[in-house]
Each structure stands twice: as C-alpha cells, then as structure tokens.
C-alpha cells in the first residue's frame, strides 16, 4: 500500500506564495515521500481574472528554492499531463455531460435574485439557506420555458438524500446531514467549470489517494465525496481519496492568516535570509510535532519521522520569534563554507553599502566563523560585517550616546596606548589591553569595550570585539580610536 499513495499539492497562481501554502505542500510532500509515494503538483488555473503567469512562475521558484520537488506535473511531466487546468477543460466538459447524461447533475435555471430572495426567506423563517431544489426535478416543457424566456443555466450537482460520513485522518469521524449539503453549482452558465468539479476530477483521474489540504477547505469535503462516489459509478474514478484537513495557521490576534498578512509573504522570508531548511523546520511544527524535547532538526529527520496521524486538529500559530531562532540554530549547523556562500547576496550590491573594490575577502572569511554563531537570518551579515569594509564606521547616534558617558575620552586614549603596545596577533593580548585600561578608570571589562566598540564599529552591539579588531587591522583601529576622540573633543 505504501508505494501507491499518491497525494497532490495544486495551488492557484495568485499573487505571492504564503507559509500556509507553503506548510500545505510540505506536509503533503513529507507524507509521500516518507511511504515512498509519489508528489503530484498541479496547477489550478481556471480563473483567469486573477491567475497571472508571473504567479506560476513565482509558485515553480519557491518549490524549487525549498526543495521540495515533485514527481508529475509541470516542468516534469508526467502520465496524468497536462497538470494546468487551464489546458483540461475539455476533460472537465465531457465529466460534466456524463455527469448530466447520468442523472448526477441538472441545469439550475435559477436567477441570482431569485436565489438571493429564497435564502432570505429561508433564514428569517429558521431554516438553512442553501440551495432548495427548485430545478432539481424540471420537465422537458419547464426548461424550454425557461430557455425561451432567455435564461441560461448553470450545472448542479445532486446531492444524495442520506447523511455522508467520513474518517478524516487528523480529526476522525465526521458527519454532514443533507441540510447542510445542499445540490451546489459545478459549471457556470457560460459553460466555464468551477472548483467544486474540476478539483475532484483531476484528483480521480490522477488517481489521488490522499487529499492533505486546509481546515477551510473542509465544508467542501461532503460534496466532493458524493462527486467522487458518482464519478465511481460512471468509471471515472477508481476509490475515494482519504482526506485529511490540516489545523488553520494563526496570525497576531488569533487570526487566520491570510495572504494579506505582512509575515505571510514566503518571499519575505527568503528575501531576510531564512534558510529553506530553517523555514521548512519552523512551518512543519505549525500542527505537528517531532518529539517533546526538540524542535530542531533536518528536513530529512523529518520525513523519516512523519505521519500525517500525528498532526494535530488545533490552529497553530505563527510565531516569528520562534522561526528566527530555529533559522539561527540551522545557520550555525552549515559547514563554514557553506555558511560563507550562502552569505554572498548579501555581501554586494544592493544590500551591501561598500564599494565593491572595498570588499576584502580574506576579512570576510576570517570574520565568518564568528558572525555564524551570532545570526539569526542571513541579510543580518550585513550590518554584522560592515565595519570591516566601509571607510569610516556607521554613524549611530543611539549607539554613540549610549556608549560614550562622561570620561569616556580619558578610557579611550588609555586603551588606545595600550592597544598600540598590544600583540595584534592575538585577540587576547587586546582583550587585555581594554581590560587594563578599564581597570586604570574603575571600570569592569563590559563597560570598558563600549565606548572601545562604537569608536570602531559604529554600534554597540556586534560580533566579538576583539577578534574583530584583529581583523579590521591596528593602523584602521587605532585611526577610528582617534576620530572617535577628536568628535568627543568638538
């Protein structure tokens, strides 16, 4: 059974990826990749309003960019092709005639008022608002009627008239009665396929074993069964899937977050640095958990370990914080050179405001196995670093005035005799050239090196101090050391 689960991910091309998406298509991968099934990713793109080829291109991008390949579909091929909707619809058209054909569907002459009017009666007397089968059961005579007055119909599916029941494989059992399923639209009047009929048969005639989608999508679930059990009948589908709707992510307030959410954007996140390893480690704790006692690991410790039975039911939410730490903790599990390459965009322009012949590579690369223990994201590198590679320091006024007290000028040129004296070999001789001169002036070593810091960085908070001084050179530390004096002295 293990080799024929076959589960899709089949996102529209609209607008930007967000993390919901993105934990979707995760869960959906580790799934069959741990039973050693097969990743079909589709495209829906039958809206052509709001789909955009920049988006399908975007959507391709990020699923590389993660890793997390697929083994049909676009690019790949495959032998359920074309994965595009967009390039099916005479698959959907000849579904939906036999559909017809077969008494599983009828044309629903009914007009938007007419529909908006029944379901306002319907609510102030008490009862549900779906559709109430006006046309389920027309005459040949009737819909001739209709037809000569000029209405155009719509395709409705009929619901059956029993309770439908289903496992779900994250929340259990459930339940819908026939009045909270009502007969619903599978074709628009202008013969264009909807959603409620395309996606249940792409994923019958994909032969999808397995549906891992979102808890919003749940209310749909009832319908599609019924469409698929119907589809059997007409030896469209061979099984109904096994579905399983994954918990809501929430967003700041206990919202769900929508694409409209500022941290929703995957792009965001590549753009701060995240490690594709480190984001995908973050979204899949989001409703599922590796054990009790760690958070951190790789992605295929997690694939060995996963099984979509051990996600959780309840909303998860997003935390930031949480994600920046994981990210740090994968970061500094890089080998250094991987850590130095993956570095590199940030280094040059735009990111980087250093003149490219500025740019010292023996400094960076002495200076990285110490910026690795610091991060959190990579874009961080570059105010980490900058100090190596600009002419003068930043200019922080908020850091100046927090590190440069009164008596400050006296500390500096006290450290900077005894930094002249100093083993510029060693990061220790000048560790214990700052603390010397903090002991001349009362101080401990923590407030000693601040004004030291900011004289030659720019910032009060950084990367090592002294190794970092080591590395920038004596004649640069020193020459920072006196501007800093001379602006004291102004």
């Known amino acids: 059974m293990a080799n024929a689960i076959r589960v899709r991910f089949c996102p529209s091309p609209t607008g930007n990826p967000h993390v919901g998406l993105v934990r979707t298509a995760l869960f959906n991968w580790a799934f069959a990749r741990h039973n050693q099934g097969t990743m079909v990713f589709r495209i829906e793109d039958t809206d052509a309003a709001r789909d955009s080829e920049e988006s399908y291109e975007q959507l391709l991008d990020s699923l590389r960019w993660l890793g997390l390949d697929w083994d049909e579909g676009p690019e790949t091929g495959g032998p359920h092709a074309p994965y595009r909707q967009s390039q099916r619809m005479d698959i959907y058209k000849d579904v939906a005639d036999k559909l017809l054909a077969g008494g599983y569907a009828y044309r629903c002459y009914c007009t938007a008022t007419e529909l908006d009017e029944r ?252 910026a690795q223990t610091r991060l959190t994201v990579l874009s961080e590198i570059t105010a980490n670093v900058d100090f190596l590679f600009l002419k003068e320091p930043v200019q922080d006024e908020a850091s100046w005035q927090k590190a440069m007290k009164e008596g400050s000028d006296a500390l500096l040129r006290t450290a900077r005799a005894k930094l002249e004296a100093a083993d510029w070999t060693s990061p220790e001789s000048l560790k214990n050239a700052v603390l010397a001169a903090g002991e001349e002036h009362g101080l401990k070593l923590g407030k000693a090196q601040a004004p030291v810091r900011v004289a030659v960085t720019g910032r009060t908070v950084g990367l090592p101090l002294f190794e970092s001084l080591e590395i920038l050179g004596k004649e640069r530390t020193l020459a920072r050391i006196d501007a800093a004096l001379a602006k004291l002295a102004s």
């Open 119 to 370: 379901r306002e009666a319907a609510r102030a007397a008490g009862r549900p608002s779906g559709y109430d089968g006006t046309c389920r059961d027309l005459t040949d005579e009737q819909k001739a009627a209709y037809e000569a007055e000029g209405r155009e119909a719509i395709v409705r599916f009929r619901m059956p008239d029993e309770p439908i029941t289903f496992t779900d494989v994250v929340r259990g059992e459930l339940t819908f009665t026939p009045d909270n399923v009502p007969d619903y639209g599978i074709v628009r009047a202008n013969g264009a396929p909807l959603y409620t009929l395309v996606n249940p048969v792409d994923d019958a005639l994909m032969e999808i074993t397995h549906v891992l989608r979102g808890e919003d999508l749940l209310s749909s679930t009832p319908r599609q069964i019924a469409l698929y059990k119907a589809l059997i009948e007409l030896g469209v589908a061979k099984d109904v899937p096994v579905f399983g709707h994954l918990p809501y992510v929430m967003g700041e307030g206990n919202k769900k977050l929508s694409k409209r959410d500022p941290q929703a954007s995957l792009n965001i996140y590549r753009e701060r640095g995240f490690l594709p390893e480190g984001l995908l480690n973050y979204l899949s704790l989001l409703g599922w958990s590796f054990s009790a006692d760690q958070d951190v690991f790789t992605i295929p410790e997690m694939v060995a370990k996963f099984d979509i039975a051990d996600v959780n039911a309840n909303p998860a939410r997003f935390d930031l914080k949480k994600a920046e730490s994981i990210n740090g903790d994968h970061i500094r599990m890089l080998d250094v050179k991987a850590f130095t390459e993956a570095c590199e965009p940030w280094l040059r322009a735009p990111h980087a405001p250093w003149a490219p012949e500025d740019f010292d590579r023996a400094a960076w690369e002495a200076i990285a196995p110490h």
